[in-house]
Protein backbone atom coordinates (compact mmCIF):
# COMPACT_ATOMS: atom_id res chain seq x y z
CA UNK A 1 0.00 0.00 0.00
CA UNK A 2 1.36 3.80 -0.70
CA UNK A 3 2.04 5.14 1.95
CA UNK A 4 1.20 9.25 3.14
CA UNK A 5 3.71 10.69 0.88
CA UNK A 6 3.46 8.81 -1.75
CA UNK A 7 -0.06 10.15 -2.21
CA UNK A 8 0.98 13.41 -1.02
CA UNK A 9 -1.66 13.36 1.87
CA UNK A 10 -1.96 16.95 3.39
CA UNK A 11 -3.76 15.83 6.68
CA UNK A 12 -0.77 13.57 8.23
CA UNK A 13 -1.91 14.99 11.81
CA UNK A 14 -4.74 12.31 12.87
CA UNK A 15 -6.15 13.23 16.17
CA UNK A 16 -7.34 10.33 17.94
CA UNK A 17 -9.70 9.94 20.74
CA UNK A 18 -8.08 8.39 23.69
CA UNK A 19 -7.37 4.88 23.44
CA UNK A 20 -8.14 4.75 19.62
CA UNK A 21 -4.91 3.46 18.15
CA UNK A 22 -4.50 4.09 13.87
CA UNK A 23 -2.23 1.08 12.19
CA UNK A 24 -0.03 3.03 9.59
CA UNK A 25 -2.52 1.78 6.81
CA UNK A 26 -5.56 3.03 8.72
CA UNK A 27 -3.47 6.48 9.03
CA UNK A 28 -3.16 6.91 5.09
CA UNK A 29 -6.81 5.95 4.85
CA UNK A 30 -7.72 8.42 7.06
CA UNK A 31 -5.86 11.03 6.04
CA UNK A 32 -6.70 10.39 2.46
CA UNK A 33 -10.40 10.91 2.98
CA UNK A 34 -9.92 13.76 5.36
CA UNK A 35 -7.84 15.72 2.20
CA UNK A 36 -10.99 14.43 0.22
CA UNK A 37 -13.28 16.19 2.66
CA UNK A 38 -10.90 19.75 2.15
CA UNK A 39 -11.59 19.77 -1.38
CA UNK A 40 -8.12 18.58 -2.12
CA UNK A 41 -8.59 15.09 -4.37
CA UNK A 42 -6.46 13.69 -6.71
CA UNK A 43 -6.70 10.10 -9.08
CA UNK A 44 -3.73 8.84 -6.78
CA UNK A 45 -5.89 9.24 -3.54
CA UNK A 46 -8.43 7.74 -5.19
CA UNK A 47 -6.97 4.62 -6.15
CA UNK A 48 -7.91 3.93 -2.52
CA UNK A 49 -11.20 3.46 -3.08
CA UNK A 50 -12.12 -0.18 -4.58
CA UNK A 51 -13.65 0.31 -8.00
CA UNK A 52 -17.46 -0.34 -6.77
CA UNK A 53 -17.14 1.42 -3.09
CA UNK A 54 -19.91 3.56 -2.47
CA UNK A 55 -20.14 7.25 -1.23
CA UNK A 56 -23.52 7.99 0.79
CA UNK A 57 -24.16 11.15 2.50
CA UNK A 58 -27.78 13.57 3.03
CA UNK A 59 -27.35 14.23 -0.78
CA UNK A 60 -25.90 11.40 -2.75
CA UNK A 61 -25.15 7.73 -3.00
CA UNK A 62 -22.32 7.52 -5.77
CA UNK A 63 -22.01 4.13 -6.23
CA UNK A 64 -18.85 2.85 -8.24
CA UNK A 65 -15.87 5.14 -9.28
CA UNK A 66 -18.25 6.61 -12.00
CA UNK A 67 -20.03 8.30 -9.65
CA UNK A 68 -17.74 8.49 -6.33
CA UNK A 69 -14.89 10.58 -7.93
CA UNK A 70 -16.69 13.42 -9.47
CA UNK A 71 -18.45 14.07 -5.80
CA UNK A 72 -15.00 14.91 -4.92
CA UNK A 73 -13.78 17.14 -7.43
CA UNK A 74 -16.99 18.63 -7.37
CA UNK A 75 -16.15 20.13 -3.74
CA UNK A 76 -13.54 21.84 -5.46
CA UNK A 77 -16.16 23.42 -8.42
CA UNK A 78 -19.02 24.28 -5.71
CA UNK A 79 -16.74 25.72 -2.55
CA UNK A 80 -15.00 28.90 -2.59
CA UNK A 81 -13.70 28.35 1.10
CA UNK A 82 -13.04 24.56 2.95
CA UNK A 83 -12.18 24.89 6.24
CA UNK A 84 -11.96 21.79 8.79
CA UNK A 85 -12.46 23.36 12.38
CA UNK A 86 -11.98 19.80 14.14
CA UNK A 87 -11.87 16.18 13.47
CA UNK A 88 -11.18 12.76 15.66
CA UNK A 89 -11.47 9.76 15.13
CA UNK A 90 -13.38 7.84 17.25
CA UNK A 91 -13.02 4.00 16.30
CA UNK A 92 -10.21 2.01 14.64
CA UNK A 93 -12.14 -0.27 13.63
CA UNK A 94 -14.07 -1.20 10.66
CA UNK A 95 -15.74 1.21 9.78
CA UNK A 96 -13.16 3.32 11.19
CA UNK A 97 -15.41 6.24 12.60
CA UNK A 98 -14.57 10.09 12.99
CA UNK A 99 -16.07 13.14 14.08
CA UNK A 100 -15.79 15.91 12.20
CA UNK A 101 -16.62 19.72 11.82
CA UNK A 102 -16.03 21.29 8.75
CA UNK A 103 -17.13 25.02 7.12
CA UNK A 104 -18.10 25.89 3.84
CA UNK A 105 -18.61 28.90 1.96
CA UNK A 106 -20.45 28.38 -1.30
CA UNK A 107 -19.02 30.02 -4.69
CA UNK A 108 -20.58 33.16 -5.69
CA UNK A 109 -22.97 33.32 -3.56
CA UNK A 110 -21.02 33.52 -0.33
CA UNK A 111 -23.10 31.11 1.89
CA UNK A 112 -21.25 30.39 5.16
CA UNK A 113 -22.54 26.52 6.53
CA UNK A 114 -20.97 24.57 9.09
CA UNK A 115 -21.45 20.68 8.82
CA UNK A 116 -20.97 18.26 12.11
CA UNK A 117 -20.86 14.65 10.71
CA UNK A 118 -19.75 11.34 11.89
CA UNK A 119 -17.56 9.81 9.22
CA UNK A 120 -17.75 6.16 8.82
CA UNK A 121 -14.86 4.67 6.83
CA UNK A 122 -15.42 1.08 5.90
CA UNK A 123 -12.31 -1.22 4.08
CA UNK A 124 -12.54 -4.52 2.53
CA UNK A 125 -11.15 -7.62 4.29
CA UNK A 126 -7.70 -6.63 4.61
CA UNK A 127 -8.11 -3.08 5.74
CA UNK A 128 -6.00 -1.83 2.80
CA UNK A 129 -9.09 -0.10 -0.04
CA UNK A 130 -11.90 1.96 1.22
CA UNK A 131 -15.29 0.14 -0.04
CA UNK A 132 -17.97 2.60 1.50
CA UNK A 133 -17.51 6.00 3.27
CA UNK A 134 -20.56 7.59 5.09
CA UNK A 135 -20.97 11.27 5.38
CA UNK A 136 -23.63 11.35 8.53
CA UNK A 137 -24.99 14.82 8.64
CA UNK A 138 -25.46 15.38 12.49
CA UNK A 139 -25.17 11.75 13.07
CA UNK A 140 -27.55 10.80 10.29
CA UNK A 141 -28.59 9.78 6.73
CA UNK A 142 -32.28 9.80 5.28
CA UNK A 143 -34.22 7.28 5.78
CA UNK A 144 -37.60 8.43 3.80
CA UNK A 145 -38.07 6.79 -0.04
CA UNK A 146 -37.96 10.55 -1.58
CA UNK A 147 -34.94 11.59 0.15
CA UNK A 148 -33.09 8.64 -1.49
CA UNK A 149 -34.51 9.01 -4.84
CA UNK A 150 -33.18 12.05 -4.68
CA UNK A 151 -29.99 10.95 -3.17
CA UNK A 152 -29.62 8.93 -6.34
CA UNK A 153 -30.29 11.29 -8.84
CA UNK A 154 -28.02 13.34 -7.48
CA UNK A 155 -24.83 10.52 -7.75
CA UNK A 156 -26.11 10.11 -11.29
CA UNK A 157 -26.26 13.71 -12.35
CA UNK A 158 -23.02 14.68 -10.75
CA UNK A 159 -20.93 13.14 -12.79
CA UNK A 160 -22.38 15.16 -16.03
CA UNK A 161 -21.61 18.39 -14.71
CA UNK A 162 -18.48 17.27 -13.19
CA UNK A 163 -15.32 16.37 -14.99
CA UNK A 164 -12.78 14.15 -13.81
CA UNK A 165 -9.02 14.58 -14.86
CA UNK A 166 -8.08 11.81 -16.79
CA UNK A 167 -4.39 11.95 -15.77
CA UNK A 168 -2.18 13.49 -13.82
CA UNK A 169 -1.49 16.11 -15.58
CA UNK A 170 -5.13 17.23 -15.98
CA UNK A 171 -5.30 16.63 -11.97
CA UNK A 172 -1.91 19.10 -11.44
CA UNK A 173 -3.75 21.49 -13.66
CA UNK A 174 -6.82 22.04 -11.09
CA UNK A 175 -4.21 22.40 -8.66
CA UNK A 176 -4.32 18.52 -7.17
CA UNK A 177 -0.96 17.39 -5.70
Do not use: C
Not at 21 to 47: C, H, N
Not at 97 to 112: A, C, H
Not at 161 to 176: C, I, Q, R, S, T
Amino acid sequence: MSSMSDLKIENTNIKTASGVDLSSQQKTIVGSVLDLFAGRPSLEKLQLWEDEAVFEDPITVARGRKQFEPQWYGLQTAFSEIERLHHEVTSSGNPITMNLKTRYVVKGIGKEQTIESVINIFTNADGSRISKVQDKWDGELPDSGFKNALRKLNAVTVPNLVGVPKNKEEDAKKGNP
